[in-house]
């Protein structure tokens, strides 16, 4: 479909930009079906218990990028590293859907945690986001290994003033979230409440979480912020 043509491709930036060495980075995209369409997707396995609930998620589709997958790999065949979960009415365990692979194997990447907490909050917020790209930036990265700009503050402050038109791309301005476990139940907490303010956050010493309406509007968010760090670092070589 579509949307799969549309992750293929960025999925392909994000290796060709060196964002994503191994199986670094994971996206979902919510892909439920208008609520006029009542049809039932086939179920494939138990439901799997999540450990905690997601109410506002009932019943949503969302499809989310494989544990362990590469990006690069990604790009080539997306349909062997991307699969679809259904949440179920409570929004406590989910079925898989759909994978192009074996859907009964098909597990979920190892930030399901952070997604589903973000996914939540788009429609809790009906703020029409549907996409959720976490990656690992080279100079973002970098950039949060500085004392100095360990707050949204200051980090605000150097994003502007190395690259004025990230007021017109990014106007919420980017949020910080102090460094968590990867694939906790915390730094999807801590990343939903940083999302109140700004579209895109930095994860200490991990990499940055992107939101929004469509992928390759997602994906410009962290090209553009990352390309006011490149600069950045440009200039203190100079
Ligand atoms: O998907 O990037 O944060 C691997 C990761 C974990
Ligand atoms: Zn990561």
Not at 9 to 22: I, M, P, Q, S, T
Not at 31 to 58: E, Q
Not at 101 to 127: G, V, Y
């Amino acid at each position: 479909s579509e949307i799969i043509y549309a992750t293929q491709e960025v999925a392909g930036w994000l290796w060709e930009k060196g964002w994503a060495e191994k199986n670094a980075g994971n996206i979902s995209i919510n892909v439920s079906p208008s609520a006029t369409d009542k049809s039932s997707p086939k179920k494939y396995g138990n439901p799997r218990k999540l450990v905690c609930r997601f109410p506002a998620l009932a019943g949503q589709s969302l499809l989310v990028t494989a544990a362990g997958s590469r990006m690069r790999d990604l790009s080539r065949d997306p349909a062997q590293y991307l699969g679809i979960i259904r949440l179920s009415s409570r929004g406590d365990a989910y079925q898989v859907t759909w994978s192009g692979r074996d859907p009964f194997l098909f597990q979920p990447t190892s930030e399901l945690p952070s997604h589903l907490a973000i996914q939540e909050f788009f429609i809790i917020r009906r703020n029409g986001n549907k996409v959720v790209l976490h990656t690992h930036p080279d100079e973002l990265v970098a950039l949060t290994h500085l004392p100095v700009y360990k707050s949204t503050r200051d980090l605000n402050r150097l994003m502007r003033a190395i690259h004025p038109e990230i007021s017109y791309h990014i106007p919420r301005g980017v949020g910080w979230v102090p460094f968590l476990k990867p694939g906790s139940q915390a730094l999807g907490k801590a990343t939903v409440s940083t999302l109140l303010h700004h579209d895109i956050v930095l994860w200490e010493r991990h990499g940055c979480l992107a939101t929004g309406p469509d992928i390759a509007g997602t994906f410009d968010l962290v090209d553009v912020l990352n390309k006011a760090a490149k600069i950045f670092f440009l200039r203190c070589r100079a």
